[in-house]
Structures are given as structure tokens and as C-alpha cells.
Nanobody, 121 residues
């Protein structure tokens, strides 16, 4: 079994910052990519940022220059530093990991439970 546990969401004023963390635990052979998605009310879930095991990153255009994704491979943890937050960043943020549970398995997709980020004055 694999679990992704997120933390760091909350309420912040426009222009403020938050840092999200997501730790993967359980039976893990290797983690390929890790990333963050978000879903606002009435909208589809969208990619925010992703990072490969080799630290190649990818960002949604709407967050480029404001958000930074990083990972600690030794801790199976991914972070999302969010700066200059805007009301339109308000959403539930989900951690995602593409990983292999054993040498014999293929990459599978795992999700965290989600953490609420609210940007409001």
C-alpha cells in the first residue's frame, strides 16, 4: 500500500505565500514523477507543477514565476512553494506520484487526499 500525505494548505491573503508538502510512504520501489494538481469549484482538475526524478520541472502558465516545485528523493517528498498568491489560485490541491511498488511492477498513479488553499482578503 502507498499513501501520499499532504500538508501546508490554509487561508492566506492575496500576495501572500504558502508551502505545500507531500510525503509518499509504504511499499515503494521507485518514484518517477511527482506533482501537484488543483481543482477549483466547478472546474476540472488541472496540472499546477510536476518534477521528474531527474529534477526536470514543468509548470502551468498561470503559475510560472510564482510557484516553485522541488523534491527530496531521500524522503520521498515533494514541495510546492507558492508566492504572490492570487484569489484565482484558490482550489483544493492534490499531490500526485507516478511510482513503482516493486521491481516487477510498472508505474502506477497515486493521489493524496487534497489540501484546501484559499486566497482571500
Amino acid at each position: 500500500q502507498v499513501q501520499l500525505v499532504e500538508s501546508g494548505g490554509g487561508l492566506v491573503q492575496p500576495g501572500g505565500s504558502l508551502r505545500l508538502s507531500c510525503a509518499a510512504s509504504g511499499t515503494i520501489f521507485s518514484i518517477n514523477a511527482m506533482g501537484w494538481y488543483r481543482q477549483a469549484p466547478g472546474k476540472q482538475r488541472e496540472l499546477v507543477a510536476a518534477i521528474t526524478s531527474g529534477s526536470t520541472t514543468n509548470y502551468a502558465d498561470s503559475v510560472k514565476g510564482r510557484f516553485a516545485i522541488s523534491r527530496d528523493n531521500a524522503k520521498n517528498t515533494v514541495y510546492l512553494q507558492m508566492n504572490s498568491l492570487k484569489p484565482e489560485d484558490t482550489a483544493v490541491y492534490y499531490c500526485n506520484a507516478k511510482l513503482r511498488g516493486s521491481y516487477y511492477s510498472v508505474n502506477d498513479n497515486y493521489w493524496g487526499q487534497g489540501t484546501q488553499v484559499t486566497v482571500s482578503s
